[in-house]
């Protein structure tokens, strides 16, 4: 007996519906009463399997239901759906076709169901060190890529896609991991309230760096690395430089800083004033970064979302 397995294909609006076995569709909102409404039915014909592709936070409010529901759901890379398509002659592409792959897709190779939020933050940081640690596997099996034997280069494909595909089920998992902790969700909100910090870097932050926020502002600096250490001997005044410091966390605040510096307007300004001196751009950068740490602190402190500056004359 063919197993039940239901597609979904999300977008922000719409969520495209089709069963593994079928070739028609159906289509709900992507709101509370098109979830709930969709639930309904698969309460009547529960699904063995329900598959989503991860969509940037747009599958949160689908999967939430779905868990609560008692439904298994799967989050799958959007590429390995695209790909495993193709290869069955699959080359259109429309909302529809892709909730008839996404279910194809899981009925053939069965991806494992995400797990239930476990309350406590000992799970919610080993979600964020388990991202890590599948970052850096990918980051290996593309350095063996670049020099493999074509006959090894097809097994790092694998392993590549296998590495993704776990990579979107655990992104979902951390933003459900938060939302099930009230004190862990306003403080994500407060930290991407700032231009440039998105979810994934907010999630390094409150896993790594919890003690952002009841610290001082020089001590944030040093725990994530970027306050400039001295290396004077007697008479000779050496270049400062960073050292030491939380990697992780180090790298997460770099990236959000490389966006912060063109939309948050003081970082923005900031920068532009340390280049127009004649700093380095990575002198600049690492300088922006060390304000951006005393900014999220500054408002993880004062529990205060972060409000675009007021603009005196134009």
């Not at 439904?71 to 759906?81: H, L, T």
């Not at 912060?260 to 920068?271: C, K």
Request: glycine residues 6%.
């Amino acid at each position: 007996m063919t197993e039940y397995v239901v597609g979904i294909d999300v977008s922000k609006r719409y969520l495209d519906v089709a069963a593994a076995d079928s070739t028609g569709t159906c289509r709900y909102p992507n709101l509370a009463e098109g979830i709930a409404a969709l639930i309904g039915e698969m309460r009547a014909h529960p699904p063995s399997l329900v598959v989503a592709e991860a969509t940037g936070g747009y599958e949160l409010g689908l999967v939430r239901a779905l868990q609560a529901a008692q439904i298994p759901v799967a989050i799958v890379n959007p590429r390995q759906v695209r790909d495993f398509a193709r290869a069955r002659g699959k080359l259109a592409k429309t909302d529809a076709i892709d909730a008839q792959s996404i279910a194809a897709f899981g009925l053939a190779l069965r991806p494992r169901p995400m797990p239930k939020p476990i309350p406590g933050r000992e799970a919610f940081a080993a979600l964020v060190t388990r991202r890590r640690q599948l970052i850096d596997m990918m980051i290996a099996e593309k350095n063996r890529r670049e020099h493999a034997d074509s006959v090894v280069a097809v097994f790092l494909e694998e392993s590549l896609a296998a590495l993704k595909s776990q990579l979107a089920t655990v992104d979902t998992a951390i933003a459900l991991a938060i939302d099930a902790d009230q004190e862990l969700a306003h403080r994500r909100d407060i930290l991407v309230s700032v231009p440039g910090v998105a979810d994934l870097t907010a999630a390094v932050i409150l896993a790594e760096l919890p003690e952002l926020g009841t610290i001082g502002s020089k001590q944030a600096a040093a725990l994530v690395g970027v306050a400039p250490v001295n290396h004077d001997s007697g008479a000779h005044r050496g270049e400062r430089h960073i050292a030491g410091g939380r990697a992780s966390v180090r790298c997460a605040i770099y990236m959000a800083t490389l966006s912060a510096v063109r939309h948050e307007p003081n970082l923005q300004a900031f920068y532009r004033r340390l280049r127009d001196n004649g700093k380095r751009p990575k002198v600049a950068l690492v300088a922006a970064m060390r304000k951006l740490v005393t900014l999220l602190n500054t408002l993880l402190q004062r529990n205060q979302i972060w409000h675009p500056p007021q603009l005196h004359g134009c």
